[in-house]
């Protein structure tokens, strides 16, 4: 069974490339281009996984993750925060925040996808 990942990033020419990425390593994907957006998506979908954006127009990946949190259908969603945001201090928010992983733009594949397999092996 292939797992699902939700992404949820404002830019279309980034999230097409994870996308097209995700799907090689035979993840199922759906997008979201807002916070809003991506929380009526992880309703519907009950995704294995979420992968956000912090800085989105709407409602940016914190409050998402405040509201994942919050929410007991998505508290146990895992989200890997996905940013150009790389001071210790946005890290340890969004960490504190809930976030399962923390990923800095530019980032290499390679490292986004040690991160999500991690996750999915912690709940094996």
Same mark, same amino acid.
């Given at each position: 069974?292939?797992?699902?990942?939700?992404?949820?990033?404002?830019?279309?020419? +980034?999230? *097409?490339?994870l996308?097209?990425?995700?799907e %090689?390593?035979?993840y199922t @994907?759906?997008t979201?281009?807002?916070?809003? !957006?991506?929380?009526?998506?992880?309703?519907?979908?009950r995704p294995?996984l979420?992968?956000?954006?912090?800085y989105m127009?709407?409602?940016?990946?914190?409050d +998402?993750? *405040?509201?994942f949190?919050?929410?007991p259908a %998505?508290?146990?969603?895992? @989200?890997?925060?996905?940013t150009?945001?790389? !001071?210790?201090d946005?890290?340890?928010q969004?960490?504190?925040?809930?976030?399962?992983?923390?990923v800095t733009?530019?980032?290499?594949?390679?490292?986004?996808?040690?991160?999500?397999q991690?996750?999915?092996?912690?709940?094996l």
């Open positions: 069974m292939n797992n699902t990942i939700l992404l949820i990033e404002d830019k279309p020419s +980034l999230s *097409d490339a996308k097209s990425l995700l %090689l390593h035979q @994907v759906a979201a281009t807002n916070g809003e !957006e991506g929380i009526r998506a992880a309703r519907k979908l294995d979420v992968i956000s954006d912090i127009p709407v409602l940016n990946g914190l +998402l993750l *405040d509201n949190r919050d929410d %998505l508290q146990d969603i895992p @989200v890997v925060m996905l150009a945001r790389s !001071e210790i946005d890290i340890q969004a960490l504190e925040r809930g976030a399962a992983g923390y733009k530019p980032f290499l594949f390679k490292n986004l996808h040690a991160v999500i991690g996750i999915f092996e912690k709940q």
